[in-house]
């Protein structure tokens, strides 16, 4: 039997697999959650382990189990490590959800839940990719899968497991399925991701809350001054202001550019589906430029004082805020983080103190577009999209491909099904049904295009 006829024959079944899986709240960034996490591992390892995978095992850290399963079918062959994530984002708030974000639904051909784009809809595509091979005698390379339960918190368990199991991980390539496409008449794959920087900053005013008319006017106030310096941290042009800032940032070639530009990209529509009358970004370069090519600073959150019903007069003592910095190649994580603390601790005026605590990090990466194993993807989505995909990148962060580098020299093709529009994070995120399959279908051509290209 053909891949596809065996898919097709199956489809419903797919599904509702993908559906059990979906039903788990596996909310890494809570605590309350850790059961229902693992539930999900185990869940993941079934679902291996059934569609014919050897050595399924939970792998302990010290957080989040990994669940590693593997097929050789010969150590001549190329070996390929499929890496997802089992852990989601938070479901709040949880009142803007159409439909409850822990029952999957199917509305317009879309699934809605949380994690069903990221990354539950995507990894789970490679679990019955794989069963499809096993099933149709047509797995031509061995599989590695490592999917693991805390990358929407930084994956701070992984590089550890890595750095202690690399011949167990070693492989030609490594696979993952995290990232969107341009559209689903136009396929892309990322082969770029930017880096992250995320920090805590606390501002202190007076010991205690004032009332803000006996003091106001003559003490600072903590959210004004925090507000004061975020302004300040951009000029009229969206440039970040912060000195040293872009110092390693790696210039695009004009080639590359001029690749960017010929992206199809529709600045109407983009501003239609956000509901925004313009956009907002750094001067001289496009909204795709922004966001795949170049650093940003933002406020993730932001709070202090009375926030209750009514009006309550107050000069409050701390003011506090999330912010996050992405970064491009050549970019580091530790050297940003250092150098924003250095510039918010000389920026606060007299009469505050200022606390600034990093939380996890991590690197940009650029994949390469000449190996072998991107080549197979892109004949893979030529196959089955029946139009070559176009090197993009991506905006979002996934730390573990730098770290997989860095740790196992293996690089990375993101092979990912998503869209810009799929609500990832957001209330009511969803994934087609069309991308579920197309991915499914699209995943043993990869295997077949990269043992051919290995030879
Ligand atoms: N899958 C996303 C990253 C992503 C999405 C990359 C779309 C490219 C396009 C991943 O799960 C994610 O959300 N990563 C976090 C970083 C992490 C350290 C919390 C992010 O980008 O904010
Ligand atoms: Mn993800
Ligand atoms: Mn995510």
């Known amino acids: 039997m053909s891949t596809t006829s065996y898919i097709e024959s199956n489809r419903d079944r797919f599904l509702n697999e993908l559906f059990e899986i979906l039903r788990i709240p596996s909310i890494s960034a809570d605590s309350a959650f850790s059961g229902d996490v693992r539930k999900c591992a185990e869940k993941v390892a079934e679902f291996l382990i059934a569609a014919g995978a050897d050595n399924v095992v939970l792998e302990e850290t010290a957080g989040n189990p990994i669940v590693y399963g593997e097929k050789i079918i010969d150590a001549s062959l190329p070996t390929v490590l499929v890496y997802g994530h089992y852990d989601v984002q938070p479901s709040v708030p949880d009142e803007l ?242 150098i924003f603390q250095k510039h918010f601790e000389k920026i606060a005026p007299a009469g505050v103190k200022v606390k600034v605590t990093p939380h996890h990090g991590g690197e940009p990466v650029l994949t390469p577009t000449t190996s072998n194993a991107y080549k197979a993807a892109a004949l893979a989505m030529t196959e089955t999209f029946g139009v070559e995909p176009i090197p993009t990148r991506g905006g979002g962060s996934i730390p573990i491909v730098a770290l997989f580098e860095k740790e196992l020299q293996t690089k990375t093709v993101l092979m990912g099904f998503g869209l810009d529009s799929d609500a990832i994070h957001s209330p009511n995120e969803h994934y087609g049904i069309f991308n579920y399959f197309k991915g499914i279908e699209t995943i043993p051509q990869f295997f077949k295009h990269f043992a051919a290209l290995s030879k």
């Open 97 to 338: 959800w159409n439909t409850p974000p822990f029952e999957p639904t199917i509305i317009d051909n879309k699934i809605y839940a949380r994690g069903a784009c990221d990354d539950k809809g995507q990894f789970f595509m490679h679990v019955k990719a794989f069963e499809t091979m096993m099933q149709t005698n047509s797995l031509l390379c061995n599989i590695k899968f490592m999917i693991e339960g805390e990358e929407e918190v930084g994956s701070n368990n992984l590089g550890t497991y890595c750095k202690n199991h690399k011949e167990k991980l070693k492989a030609d390539v490594i696979l993952i399925s995290d990232t969107g496409i341009i559209a689903n008449d136009c396929p892309s794959i990322d082969v770029g991701l930017r880096g992250l920087s995320y920090v805590e900053v606390e501002v202190t005013g007076p010991r205690i809350d004032l009332h803000s008319g006996v003091y106001g006017g003559a003490v600072a106030n903590p959210i004004n001054v925090l507000c004061t310096m975020i302004a300040s941290m951009h000029d009229e042009n969206r440039h970040i202001t912060i000195p040293e800032f872009y110092d390693d940032v790696e210039e695009v070639s004009a080639d590359d550019r001029a690749a960017l530009g010929r992206i199809p990209f529709s600045l109407d529509e983009y501003k239609k589906h956000l509901a925004i009358d313009d956009v907002l970004g750094e001067k001289g370069y496009t909204t795709i430029e922004r966001t795949g090519t170049r650093p940003t600073l933002d406020v993730n959150g932001i709070w202090g004082g009375y926030i209750g019903e009514g009006a309550k007069t107050v000069l409050p003592s701390k003011a506090y805020a999330k912010i996050s910095m992405r970064l491009v190649p050549n970019q580091s994580s530790e050297k940003i983080t250092e």
